[in-house]
């Protein structure tokens, strides 16, 4: 077998027909499960004959509930495949790459995608770094804060960029202001599919779209949370001058204004179809030391640098959850270091 070796931008295969497909079935699911709602309700309202009876009640929203989850289980997913198209290796047509990744957001509940890919590139800039990096105003509250509120913190961030963006034109920035137009369309885009197209096809917004839309800042809390939360605060590059190399067996990295190697997120060792489901985005760590590179190389090559570079390794999200629990955003070196793997000596 071939050792692997970590491409270079131009050397990457782009799985852009696993991309679409996981796409199309992701969206395909969640109408499926939209209609299996309105379904559900339909037949348990017929059989109870609109009973107010609690144990119908119960069991009624019970089904709802457990579809929303699922739904927002199959947002972050399209999410994450939208965050492909941030990183431009969503497909290699550069104009498709664009269209399909903004309508890919959209559907991420408005999520506008050229004001997400503003916050998200100035976030891998300034990765953990107090008063730069723009998750900081998502997550840096007490844990219960952030899980709650961080989702609804980070859709207001986006569309400040946007209506920023959106004054480009009164400037005549014109390319800024065209960004805030191109949003606008990929957010109608949205509410048509949503607001006219569900009820259109006869399936009723309290079933489907509501009740996904109350939980998705939950669900995206419970996967963003194993990103970033708790690790020390990270050395901007002027910092990094007067400091001493992080992993000194490099040669990669003698140079201290070098940072690659900080470790500022985590990796979340889950189950295949996890890995899958949510293309790979567990392994947050290696994604911001390579985020030029697909989503499918992120396991092999944490496989073959975990020796080389430091991770913070929590096994599951559930754990990682725990362990964040019970530190601050910004935490002491002593509260991450049990969970950091140093390099082999």
């Not at 917004?205 to 998705?216: E, M």
């Not at 190389?297 to 629990?325: D, F, M």
């Amino acid at each position: 077998m071939k050792e692997f070796t970590i491409p270079k931008p131009a050397e990457q295969v782009i799985p852009q027909a696993s991309n679409l497909f996981k796409a199309g079935l992701f969206v395909s699911l969640m109408f499926g499960s939209f209609y299996t709602a309105q379904i559900t309700a339909n037949q348990l309202d017929v059989y109870f004959s609109l009973s107010q009876n609690p144990v119908y009640l119960v069991l009624k929203w019970s089904v709802i509930i457990l579809l929303a989850i699922f739904n927002c289980m199959l947002l972050t997913g399209i999410g994450v495949v939208a965050h492909e198209g941030i990183h431009g290796i969503l497909v290699k047509n550069r104009f498709w790459n664009e269209l399909l990744g903004g309508l890919l957001s959209s559907l991420v509940m408005t999520l506008p995608f050229y004001a997400n890919r503003q916050f998200h590139l100035t976030h891998h800039r300034y990765t953990h770094q107090s008063g730069l990096d723009p998750e900081e105003a998502l997550h840096n509250h007490s844990f219960i804060v952030a899980f709650v509120f961080g989702g609804l913190i980070a859709l207001y961030q986006h569309y400040k960029i946007v209506a920023t963006n959106l004054s480009g034109f009164g400037s005549n920035n014109w390319k800024q202001g065209l960004r805030g137009l191109k949003d606008l369309g990929f957010i109608g885009f949205s509410l048509a599919f949503y607001l006219y197209l569900l009820p259109f096809l006869g399936m009723s917004l309290w079933y489907t779209f509501v009740p996904t839309l109350l939980f998705v800042p939950l669900v995206y809390s419970y996967r963003s949370l194993c990103d970033h939360y708790a690790f020390v605060p990270a050395l901007s590059p002027a910092e990094l001058k007067n400091s001493e190399p992080i992993v000194s067996t490099d040669e990669e990295i003698q140079d201290p204004t070098y940072n690659k190697y900080q470790v500022d997120s985590w990796v979340v060792l889950t189950n295949p179809l996890m890995n899958w489901w949510w293309s790979h985005i567990n392994y947050q760590q290696v994604h911001h030391r390579y985020p030029y590179l697909s989503h499918h190389y992120l396991p092999q090559i944490y496989e073959v640098t975990k020796h080389e570079q430091p991770y913070a390794v929590a096994k599951g999200y559930w754990r990682c959850l725990l362990y964040n629990s019970k530190l601050k955003y910004y935490s002491k070196p002593e509260e991450i270091e049990p969970f950091i793997i140093q390099p082999s000596a």
